[in-house]
């Protein structure tokens, strides 16, 4: 019986001296340095430089796929496993931060700096499990291919680069979420909706920062003096516990609602500020637009009125309108939906048609479909079996999540930690952080994971 956390302990210098060089370079995308081999400016093209600089210096065979993507192969077999990793990040805030964010500082165990959990650190954690695995089995059925890409946080063109010059492996992982395993990714799409509607007494609305984000921030312009709307809006805003403010701004009025951004994967959990200043301006205003958005998204965030509710296998649809901006009588908005792989493409497209229809509003869209693997598949349990192993937890089964992750760049691809539950890595945020444990548990269960694989 192997002890893969004792062999992925032996590894723990390397693997943090590892990190350690890849976080000192601010890899975020920059397109006034992106050039010929560089796609995504300098800075990302020399984390993949180091990225496969390390694989050399181990002796691996490696490729540079036009800047996008790279990869490192280690072994040998006829069949090859795939794992997916990102060098680039998200930028980070000026102030905020307790260390320098491009430096991975360790302060009592644990790693900070830009990168360390997302995704570089569980890259390279996902890298030494291969190379365990290489040094403990002379005949492996599966070769190992790392494959790391440069531009995940802004829509993985990278990784559909990559796989437009390289074969899918014939299975793959991605340590880019959650532990256990995510089975599922709901498909995603975000339409525009663009067009002329009659003003009525709206001025302008104004809310929203990005399509995946619950709306934090919105305010409108009414015709009409504060005086008559004061008492009922300030009525509003206590009976729904919301802040806001209202007003005078010469002949008009300026309303404001502030509510909670959250992941539009996730809209429970925040509140709608489009939403709930739209619900108030529908009982002050005939405006079209107000009553559409009022209509189809006041307390439903399923997409229940609009007949696209549906509880799969992956959980169930979730809806956002996530950017609002209407001025001068036009309207430019973006909503975010995820639907599990129950609900088709034509079913979605149906629906928001007959309901964006009466508007006359124009209508383009991008469509991502979902990821479904069988949670009962071998694949799947085989995976969660070898964190099962690891951690003795069987109370976290393998889950579905409405995000999106390179898993959906190739065939038989999973999402495969390495958050563990109840922990938070602060990705995207100040003091961004992973514990050295969790990094060495990860490395030991992915270890575990590919050798159960060859075993298969
Ligand atoms: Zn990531």
Redesign the pocket.
């Known amino acids: 019986m192997i002890d893969f956390l004792l062999e992925a302990n032996k590894k723990k210098d390397e693997i943090l001296r590892d990190i350690a060089q890849l976080c000192q370079i601010p890899s975020v995308l920059d397109p006034t340095t992106a050039t010929t081999g560089a796609p995504f400016g300098v800075a990302c093209r020399e984390a993949l430089d180091c990225m496969l600089e390390i694989g050399k210096r181990d002796g691996f065979e490696c490729d540079n796929v036009d800047g996008y993507a790279g990869h490192i192969d280690i072994g040998t077999g006829k069949e090859t496993l795939g794992i997916l990793g ?1 060098l680039d990040v998200v930028p980070v805030n000026h102030e905020g931060w307790s260390t320098p964010p491009f430096e991975m500082v360790e302060k009592d165990g644990i790693l900070y700096g830009r990168g360390v959990a ?2 570089k650190g569980p890259l390279i954690a996902a890298y030494y499990a291969a190379k365990i695995v290489n040094e403990l089995l002379p005949n492996p059925k599966l070769k190992m291919r790392i494959i790391f890409g440069c531009d ?2 802004n829509g993985s063109s990278c990784m559909k680069y990559y796989f437009t010059k390289q074969p899918f492996p014939d299975m793959g992982f991605t340590p ?1 979420a959650d532990f256990p395993v995510v089975y599922g990714e709901k498909a995603l799409a975000h339409y525009h909706l663009r067009g002329d509607i009659p003003q009525d007494n709206i001025i302008g609305i104004y809310g929203g920062v990005a399509a995946n984000v619950v709306s934090e921030h919105c305010e409108a312009y009414v015709q009409g003096s504060y005086k008559q709307y004061k008492e009922t809006f300030k009525a509003y805003l206590k009976e729904h516990s919301l802040n806001g403010s209202i007003e005078e701004e010469g002949n008009h009025t300026k309303f404001n609602i502030i509510g909670k951004a959250a992941h539009a994967s996730t809209p429970d959990e925040g509140i709608s500020a489009i939403v709930y200043l739209c619900h108030y301006l529908a009982t002050i205003s005939s405006n079209e637009l107000v009553k559409f958005i009022d209509q189809y998204f006041y307390k439903d965030t399923h997409g229940k009125k609009l007949e696209l509710m549906e509880r799969g296998q992956m959980g169930v649809t979730t809806t956002n309108i996530g950017i609002l901006h209407y001025k001068d009588g036009y309207v430019n908005s973006v909503v975010d939906f995820r639907l599990p792989h129950e609900l088709s493409e034509t079913e979605l497209n149906s629906a928001i048609s007959h309901a964006v229809q009466p508007l006359g509003l124009e209508i383009d869209y991008n469509y991502t479909p979902a990821l479904f693997n069988d949670p009962k598949g071998e694949y799947i349990q085989t995976l969660h079996q070898a964190y099962v192993d690891l951690t003795g937890d069987t109370e976290n089964q393998p889950q579905a999540i409405g995000g999106g992750t390179y898993a959906k760049t190739m065939p038989n691809c999973v999402a495969f930690g390495c958050q563990f539950p109840g922990k938070d890595h602060k ?1 995207h945020q100040n003091d961004e952080e992973i514990s050295i444990d969790d990094l060495i548990k990860a490395c030991a269960i992915y270890a575990k994971a590919i050798y159960d694989l060859n075993q298969i």
């Open positions: 990102h997302d995704d995940e946080e880019d990705m």
